[in-house]
């Protein structure tokens, strides 16, 4: 099962992008990556998912390199709701959506 | 759209006693999840059920913990005797389909704040 590598903590400015990135150096040719971010108190929240091409939602864009060794979360415009604790997750297995989380990065998003 | 319900939100027991927590998932999502978050760590899986039966139940601490799905939608786990190490946050959460391949988003309810003295 691929794991993830991803920074503690970081902040970034309100109103500006934010680029939170993660890294998968043995991901399989089938596993997704996965992003659910944790705001205090709450329960975690999906974001968006992708296999190997970039994806964008509502909420973010996620950019997964070409060897999909690696990839990254961008909030394009920042805001305080934004803080919170973001993880980056490969699912694990080929049958099943288990979602295996680590201690992700804790995000301040700061006025 | 009402999301995932859990109740109760916060619960304060001693050791070797018992309790129990409450799931209500999405309306018409088959597969739910329980979680144990212990403060500072990531959500662990204790548990998946799709529709009524158990999926996987390996991280489960059979001696003390035990969770049941009856008629596929509500959902209660139960800590029996609870020890120290059971302070944590348990989540619940749903998603609409067991999928084979990507999708199949997870919805998390609030969680319970369980502290045992």
């Known amino acids: 099962d691929a794991k993830t590598t991803q920074p503690t903590s970081m902040d970034c400015a309100e109103g500006r992008a934010a680029n939170l990135p993660c890294n998968h150096s043995?991901?399989?040719?089938?596993?997704?990556v996965y992003w659910y971010r944790q705001i205090h108190s709450q329960g975690p929240q999906y974001i968006i998912h992708?296999?190997?091409n970039n994806e964008t939602n509502e909420m973010a864009s996620l950019i997964i390199t070409e060897d999909r060794k690696s990839s990254t979360l961008i909030l394009p415009h920042a805001t305080l709701r934004d803080t919170a604790v973001y993880y980056c997750?490969?699912?694990?297995?080929?049958?099943?959506?288990?979602?295996?989380f680590g201690a992700g990065t804790t995000v301040t998003v700061r006025a | 759209e009402a999301g995932v319900a859990q109740s109760p939100r916060y619960k304060i027991i001693e050791k070797r006693q018992s309790v129990a927590f409450w799931c209500n998932p999405i309306?018409?999502?088959?597969?739910l999840y329980w979680y144990q978050q212990i403060l500072g760590q990531g959500p662990k899986l204790l548990i998946q059920?799709?529709?009524?039966?158990?999926?996987?139940d390996s991280q489960l601490p059979k001696d003390r913990f035990s969770a049941e799905r009856l008629k596929g939608v509500d959902s209660t786990l139960k800590i029996q005797p609870a020890k120290l190490e059971d302070s944590a946050v348990y989540l619940c959460?749903?998603?609409?389909?067991?999928?084979?391949?990507?999708?199949?988003?997870?919805?998390f309810g609030p969680g319970t704040r369980l502290t045992v003295t």
């Open positions: 059920f799709q529709n009524n039966g158990v999926v996987d």
């Open positions: 043995t991901i399989s040719g089938n596993e997704y």
């Open positions: 309306s018409g999502h088959a597969t």
């Open positions: 992708g296999l190997k």
């Open positions: 997750i490969v699912r694990v297995g080929s049958n099943d959506y288990k979602l295996s």
């Open positions: 959460a749903s998603s609409l389909v067991w999928v084979g391949v990507g999708g199949g988003e997870q919805y």
